[in-house]
């Protein structure tokens, strides 16, 4: 058990003249005169004796102004005691020493911790402007007017354009653009096979039928390969295949399927599939290829990803 110090006024050796607040644990920035020495802060102050009587009214008091002057000469040679001890010294910097205790004990140790803000890593989730498919491992960018849809009919990771609209070929809401990513199934690993493969899984799911098996655009009628290509695609050799489609309503459209292989795990490939509708001003063949190559690997950089970037393994 210790037993600190209790507050009070004590001299200042580096201020001679002056007495400094003791709060009971450290020193204060209050001084004050010696001269005031009677005072005390508010709340603070010695304790109070019972009203003394006058000794020569005839009620005893000079007994009792003796047994007052004894206890005051103790108080003094205490007082002279603790002022002794506070005048040994001050620390390095200036500051009074603090009082002595009448019995030491360890005080506690804080230890340092860094602020939430200094800490914390920005969620890449939380970000409106990014896609981020956890499971396979890469992050997408959403255009301006695009969203990120919290839940989709096939609850996979998915970007599509904001505004919706009438199907031209079934009871049900379309989107002129949408972007969506997958883990490619099967032994295949192959980029160029995978995207050549998804293509047709692309064209259909986009313009022929939909997961509800509803034609939202009267079904294809033809297609035309504009673009197939080796590319890179989050630092990873991956392969482009594209299609132009033309649909039995409505104005067609474009699909894309890019294949390439994870940058996490067991490398599973990733296919990232694009549909786009014809002639809408906003939804240029350029756009696809922006959002290919803002393809990034999931807490990656820049730098090392992207179409036009050297050929990783």
Same mark, same amino acid.
């Given at each position: ?129 990014? #896609? ?7 992050? #997408? ?156 690997? #999931? ?15």
């Amino acid at each position: 058990m210790s037993f600190a110090t209790p507050p009070g006024w004590y001299p200042d050796t580096g201020a001679p003249g002056l007495e400094r607040w003791w709060d009971g644990a450290s020193w204060t920035a209050h001084t004050r005169p010696v001269a005031a020495a009677h005072a005390a802060p508010e709340g603070f102050g010695p304790p109070s004796f019972p009203h003394q009587r006058d000794p020569h009214d005839g009620s005893g008091g000079g007994s009792r102004t003796k047994v007052l002057a004894i206890t005051l000469c103790g108080v003094l040679v205490l007082g002279a005691a603790v002022t002794g001890a506070v005048l040994l010294g001050r620390d390095d910097s200036g500051t009074p020493a603090a009082p002595p205790t009448t019995a030491s004990s360890p005080a506690p140790v804080t230890t340092p911790t860094a602020s939430a803000s200094a800490s914390a890593e920005p969620d890449p989730d939380e970000d409106p402007t990014v #896609l981020v498919d956890q499971l396979n491992g890469v992050t #997408l960018p959403v255009p301006k007017g695009w969203e990120k849809p919290e839940n989709t009919s096939d609850d996979i990771p998915t970007i599509r354009t904001e505004q919706s609209y009438d199907c031209p070929g079934a009871a049900s809401f379309c989107y002129h653009g949408t972007v969506t990513t997958h883990t490619a199934r099967g032994a295949e690993n192959d980029p160029e096979a995978l995207a050549e493969a998804d293509i047709v899984t692309a064209a259909d799911r986009a313009f022929e039928e939909d997961s509800l098996g509803r034609r939202t655009h009267g079904g294809i009628r033809s297609h035309k390969v504009i673009e197939a290509r080796e590319l890179t695609v989050a630092g990873r050799t991956g392969y482009l295949v594209r299609w132009q489609v033309t649909t039995g309503k409505g104005p067609g459209g474009y699909v894309q399927s890019v294949a390439f292989p994870s940058s996490v795990g067991t490398e599973t490939p990733v296919i990232v599939r694009f549909a786009f509708d014809a002639d809408i001003p906003d939804l240029p063949l350029s756009l696809m290829d922006t959002i290919t190559r803002g393809i990034r690997p #999931l807490g990656g950089s820049g730098a090392s990803s992207g179409v036009g970037a050297s050929i990783g393994p």
